[in-house]
């Protein structure tokens, strides 16, 4: 017989919660103190609900630990990014993150997990109920449609992705949702700078300012090159975008002739 690898065995949640206390505590993020435990029940759901649904690729916990959850909250080390209080849309919301992480770390924050998936909204609906999530909406939309929409256009603090699009795509999906002050922060890893110049034009059209790189680490993942790139919203977003569903994705902003569907 094969040998079974740690991974492979389901860690109880005592063990998960003790992982991400240590976890958090050499990030230096200050969380609700009902975060570790939260998370841990969190991922309980997710690794059963990811056998029914595709949620997730790999639901081991050690995987897991840093390649969502600490991922998705290591920005919370950059204090000044996350005002108290702050309304947050997490846009293509998939299985959770970063906005779940987010708001079960920061109650404080106001966070509205979008996607279009109804099945994934089923999901992180059980997780929020479960958790007793109270500074948590679930919406089930497009991103292009829910950016043309009243109730959501320009009505959040933040604006938030990770890994759902190359950065001038991010910028046509986001901004919109960014009132003007507030700021888009995508999640990338290594290869975002190779769409910075697409991006900064992408930005211009849709009302931000000058795109800002910021290098975000891992502790236990020297080799990562994960960063965050933000943008704040200057001016309002013009009426034309977001453009029509998919056509964000098919033609890019600032990349060749974008067309104006």
């Not at 630990?65 to 005002?83: C, E, K, T, V």
């Not at 293509?92 to 998936?117: E, K």
């Not at 007793?132 to 829910?146: F, K, M, P, Q, Y």
Request: charged residues 20%.
């Amino acid at each position: 017989m094969g040998e079974i690898l740690a991974d492979q065995v389901p860690a109880s949640a005592a063990v998960m919660e003790e992982q991400l206390k240590a976890a958090l505590e050499r990030l230096s993020i200050a969380c609700d103190e009902r975060a570790p435990a939260r998370i841990a029940r969190y991922h309980q759901l997710l690794a059963d609900w990811n056998t029914r649904i595709n949620l997730t690729g790999d639901t081991g916990f050690a995987t897991s630990l840093d390649r969502h959850y600490l991922d998705s909250l290591a920005p919370l080390r950059y204090g000044q990014l996350f005002s108290p209080g702050a309304s947050l849309i997490d846009v293509g919301s998939g299985a959770g993150f970063p906005g779940l992480p987010l708001a079960i770390a920061r109650p404080d924050l106001q966070v509205t997990l979008l996607d279009s998936l109804q099945k994934r909204i089923g999901f992180l609906q059980a997780v929020v109920q479960e958790l007793g999530l109270t500074n948590v909406r679930l919406i089930h939309s497009r991103a292009e449609d829910g950016g043309r929409d009243s109730a959501l256009r320009e009505q959040f603090d933040l604006a938030v992705a990770r890994a759902v699009a190359p950065l001038p795509v991010l910028c046509e999906l986001l901004l919109p949702f960014v009132r003007v002050g507030g700021r888009m922060i995508c999640y990338k890893g290594p290869s975002a700078q190779e769409e910075l110049q697409a991006g900064q034009k992408a930005a211009h059209l849709l009302g931000g300012a000058q795109l800002e790189y910021l290098p975000v680490e891992i502790p236990s993942r020297p080799d990562w090159q994960h960063c965050l790139f933000l943008c704040q919203k200057k001016v309002k977003t013009v009426r034309q975008y977001p453009r029509k569903a998919g056509t964000p994705g098919r033609s890019p902003l600032g990349v060749g002739a974008s067309k104006p569907e």
